[in-house]
């Protein structure tokens, strides 16, 4: 089985500055990974995606994100926060074979202070 | 496209009604899932269809029954609501069940309240 965990449930930074999303995940099999962010009162929305290839996985709104195997981690960077960024984050990973049955971590709640 | 919609927005149940949940799509996708949300929890699947006809259990689907008689429509029905089934439901789709590009894309959820 699968498991995600997100290591902080909250994050509060400043505007502007640089924030880093923690996950870890465990899997016997190769998984790919995804990082969504959920708006207050909507529906998750796709941030970026490891399929293959290049470790570093660049997204929308500016995140990026880095694979590392060897520390089974996904962890979700943006350079400078703005206050529009604040949302609840979600690392997820799906195995590569069979059904698309996403695996959740616990979200972290990232808030920006002007 | 109207994307992944769901109705009802908000419901409050007493303990032992039944309702369903509604969940369609208009972008011919194949795939389909009912996920929960809980504080501190992140999503866990409930159930999931790969197509007409063909559904399965997902991590958490005790109380809950589907069916997927159209490509379109893929209900979630609480036959007994309890307090524990508090939660607020998202449905998701893509357009493949094994697609390694496939992109999930979610609804805006329903949140529901058994008393």
């Known amino acids: 089985a699968q498991s995600v965990t997100q290591l902080d449930s909250q994050v509060p930074v400043f505007e502007e500055a640089p924030v880093e999303l923690r996950c870890n995940y465990s899997s016997s099999v190769s998984v790919y990974l995804f990082w969504y962010v959920q708006y207050p009162n909507q529906g998750l929305q796709l941030l970026l995606k490891y399929l293959s290839g290049s470790t570093l996985v660049k997204g929308i709104n500016g995140f990026e994100a880095e694979f590392n195997k060897s520390q089974t981690s996904f962890h979700l960077r943006k350079p400078s926060v703005h206050i529009s960024d604040t949302a609840e984050y979600f690392c997820a990973v799906r195995i590569i074979q069979g059904a698309q049955k996403l695996v959740f971590g616990q979200g972290t709640r990232l808030t920006i202070n002007p | 496209n109207a994307g992944v919609t769901q109705t009802p927005k908000f419901q409050v149940l007493k303990t032992g009604q039944s309702m369903t949940l509604q969940c369609a799509q208009d972008?011919?996708?194949?795939?389909m899932s009912w996920y929960r949300q809980d504080p501190g929890m992140g999503l866990r699947l409930i159930h999931y269809?790969?197509?007409?006809?063909?559904?399965d259990q997902g991590e958490v689907p005790n109380g809950y029954n589907v069916s997927r008689s159209t490509t379109e429509d893929f209900p979630l029905r609480l036959l007994s609501a309890a307090p524990s089934q508090t939660s607020v439901y998202f449905c998701?789709?893509?357009?493949?069940?094994?697609?390694?590009?496939?992109?999930?894309?979610f609804g805006p959820g329903t949140r529901l309240l058994v008393l």
């Open positions: 998701a789709s893509s357009y493949s069940w094994t697609g390694r590009q496939e992109t999930q894309y």
């Open positions: 972008m011919n996708h194949e795939y």
């Open positions: 269809s790969v197509g007409a006809g063909i559904t």
